[in-house]
């Protein structure tokens, strides 16, 4: 099927030029997003909500009665802000990648979505704020285990669904352009062991990356998950200063590059 046989000729979406951005499409995908919620919300919840957990009782309380205290933090603190990054990425990423893939390909939800007043780059901003959302939600998940075995609430925790929105922001872009460009469902195995896994793994979530070889350590600060990492400590522990206005720039780049790179690819895949 062609792409002028799947989106109406009338469609914003092939009129040439992309439009102006507009907030009343976005609106009507995210009313779209959360008549499916309402459906799926228990084996979404349960999904996004137990996997961080198992990763912090594991690392958090398995080792952490062993080590005690490093790093200068009780263990099950480190781990429980760090697991935030964790909760987030698999939210965002994995949500976005696998998603954005079955409806484009396999459902042609997009063709209906396009067929109406919405233009591509609505649709990618519609699609990734929701899953930003939800990271937003969910990712708060970890900190508030960690509060019920012992960490302290703070002030800062109240920051904690706006870096979890930012971060998860630019990782559901990032998942939408990765699906964008993948030939098949099965190349998202090389993206999540050989791209994902590594992040995930060097992030800080359970040893701070000076502890890496200097080499390692210097390509673990491009890790926009360790940004969101030292974001989320700081604004939990109560350090927050002008290292986290550059942690946050690095997120928002992070999102922007993605937002491009996703509309492009997205674009060229549905209309073009």
Known sequence: MS????????SPAVA??????EWA???????????????????????????????LLAFGFGFGSVIGAAYGYDYRDFVSTGVVATSVLFISAFGAMFGTFIRRTYQHT???????????????????SWLAAKAGVYGCAPVLVGVAF?????????????IAFLTGLGFGLFGIWVSSIV??????????????????????????????PSWAAAVARVNPLYHCVE???????????????AHAGVLLLFAALMWGLAVWKMRARLID
């Open 150 to 162: 012992g960490l302290r609430p703070s002030p800062g925790m109240l920051l904690v669904p706006f």
């Open 183 to 212: 030939p098949s469902i099965n190349t998202f195995d090389y993206v999540i062991s050989g791209v994902l896994a590594p992040m995930f793994l060097v992030a800080g979530t359970f040893f701070p990356v000076d502890q890496l």
């Open 16 to 21: 040439g030029t992309p439009r102006l951005f």
């Open 25 to 55: 499409p976005v609106r009507g995908v995210w009313r779209r997003e959360l008549a499916l919620y309402r459906r799926y919300w228990a084996s979404t919840s349960f999904a996004s909500l137990v996997e961080p957990t198992i990763y």
């Open 231 to 245: 974001l989320v400590r700081d604004a939990v522990f109560g350090r927050l200063g002008l290292d986290d206005l």
């Open 110 to 128: 997009y063709d209906a979505v396009l067929a109406a007043p919405v233009d591509v780059h609505e649709l990618v901003t519609a699609e990734a």
């Open 3 to 10: 792409a002028d046989a799947r989106v109406r000729p009338d």
